[in-house]
């Protein structure tokens, strides 16, 4: 019996170390007097992202094996390389995923959205991923805080309100 609890518990123990953690989630909108076409005309564009997002200076966007694939260049040099998930130009929306990048994160996915509301339009921004060299509440002030920063762009350059 005591061999039998002791086998058990180091059984339970690699499962709880062997277990993934908890993805973290991010979400974040803006409100904004434009119509849902025209905001959707702003931020559509998977490379597009390089006239609204005030950190990204540069955006070069290419096919690897089918998909699309996006470098953007950051106001230090450092790049992120993003893929293009999926896309629905009827719903408004893009998914996307980082494949490399110096940001605190890994398993990391997004959707950005444009949705009526009133008689404008609300932009979200959500992602999920797991904090990678950096605490989970580190890794959510930094994609927060990149969501924050485009959101405003965008609010700022498509009519907030």
Not at 144 to 151: E, H, P, S
Request: proline share 4%; hydrophobic share 40%.
């Amino acid at each position: 019996m005591k061999r039998f609890c002791m086998s058990a518990g180091i059984a339970v123990a690699a499962a709880l170390v062997a277990s993934p953690a908890f993805a973290i989630d991010v979400s974040k909108s803006v409100e904004t007097s434009a119509a849902p076409a025209d905001v959707w005309s702003t931020i559509g564009d998977f490379c597009g992202i390089k006239e609204w997002h005030p950190a990204v200076q540069e955006c070069e966007l290419e096919e690897r094996d089918g998909a699309s694939v996006r470098t953007l260049t950051l106001p230090d040099g450092a790049e992120l390389v993003e893929e293009l998930v999926s896309r629905d130009d009827d719903a408004m929306a893009y998914t996307y995923r980082i494949l490399e990048g110096p940001l605190p994160v890994a398993n990391y996915e997004s959707t950005i959205s444009v949705s009526a509301s009133g008689d404008g339009s609300t932009i979200g921004w959500s992602g999920t991923f797991d904090a990678e060299g950096a605490s989970d509440a580190e890794a959510t002030d930094v994609i927060g805080g990149i969501y924050d920063a485009g959101l405003a762009s965008l609010k700022d350059k498509t009519g907030g309100m």
